[in-house]
C-alpha cells in the first residue's frame, strides 16, 4: 500500500498505527479533523507535502518488515472498544491528570518569574483538566451505557439519542484538542529550555505522553467507535 495525500490520516493511522507520532510532529490533526483528506490538510499549512508523503511511505515500508503486535481495532465490537477505551486511556487519564497538575503548578510557581509563559500553560493545563474530567463522566455514566445497550437492543429511537450525545462528545474532543496544540505551542513542542531543572523537564516530558495518549484516545472514539454506529 502506497499513502497519497487523497487518504485520510485516519484511514492511515488505522493502518499503520506509528503515523501517529509523524502526525504529531508535524503537526497534522489525525483524531478530530482526522476525517479530511491530506490534501486539504497541506493546503492550510504551509508544509512540504512531497517531503512528508516519501517520509510517511518509507517509514512505512521499513514498519513492515519489523516484528509487532497489530490490533485490529475494526474487528472490535463496540462494547470491547468501550472496554479498552475506560481502562486503558480513562483509567490513565484518572490517575496522570492530578498527579501532572501538581507538577505544572510547582514549575510556575518556582520558574514563572523568569519563564512567563507558564503561568499560561498552567491556565491552558487546568482548562484541559477539568474539561476532560466531565468528559470522561459524560461518556462512562451517559452515552457508553446507552452504545451497550444499543447493541444488545438496537432500535431507531435509541440510535438517534446516542448520534446526539455524540456530537456533544466530538466537539469536547474538538475542544481538548485545541487546548493540547495550545499548550504544544506554549512549550515549544514540549522542549524545555537549557537552564530547565529536573522537575521542569519531567513536566514537559510528562505532558508530552498525555498528548499522545490522548491523540489515541479520541482516534479510537471519533474514527472507529463512533463510526460503527
Known amino acids: 500500500m502506497v499513502f497519497t495525500a487523497e487518504h485520510t490520516p485516519a484511514e492511515i493511522v ?14 497534522i490533526d ?11 490538510t497541506f493546503s492550510t499549512i504551509e508544509i512540504d507535502a512531497a517531503a512528508v508523503l516519501s517520509e510517511l511511505n518509507t517509514a512505512y515500508d521499513k514498519w513492515q518488515n519489523e516484528d ?9 465490537s463496540p462494547a470491547e472498544l468501550i472496554d479498552h477505551i475506560v481502562h486503558t ?3 490513565y487519564l484518572n490517575e496522570e491528570l492530578p498527579a501532572l497538575g501538581q507538577f505544572v503548578t510547582k514549575i510556575l510557581r518556582v520558574h514563572g518569574k523568569n519563564h512567563p ?25 451517559e452515552v457508553f451505557p446507552l452504545i451497550n445497550e444499543y447493541e444488545k437492543n438496537p432500535n431507531s429511537t435509541l440510535l438517534q439519542h446516542i448520534h446526539e450525545a455524540n456530537g ?7 475542544t481538548a484538542g485545541n487546548l493540547l496544540k495550545r499548550m ?34 479520541v482516534h479510537l472514539e471519533n474514527n472507529i467507535l463512533f463510526k460503527k454506529l
Open 68 to 76: 509487532h503486535e497489530i490490533t485490529d481495532w475494526d474487528a472490535l
Open 117 to 141: 509563559h507558564l503561568e499560561e500553560l498552567h491556565k491552558s493545563y487546568n482548562e484541559f483538566k477539568v474539561e476532560m474530567e466531565k468528559h470522561m463522566i459524560n461518556e462512562e455514566q
Open 184 to 217: 504544544r505551542e506554549i512549550t515549544n513542542g514540549f522542549e524545555p529550555p537549557q537552564d530547565a531543572c529536573r522537575s521542569y523537564r519531567i513536566t514537559y516530558s510528562r505532558l508530552s505522553d498525555m498528548e499522545t495518549d490522548t491523540f489515541q484516545h
Open 30 to 40: 489525525f483524531c478530530c479533523g482526522g476525517e479530511k483528506p491530506l490534501s486539504q
Open 168 to 174: 456533544g462528545l466530538e466537539n469536547e474532543h474538538e
Open 89 to 91: 486511556h480513562h483509567a
Open 14 to 27: 488505522k493502518v499503520f498505527p506509528k503515523a501517529s507520532d509523524l502526525f504529531k510532529q508535524h503537526r
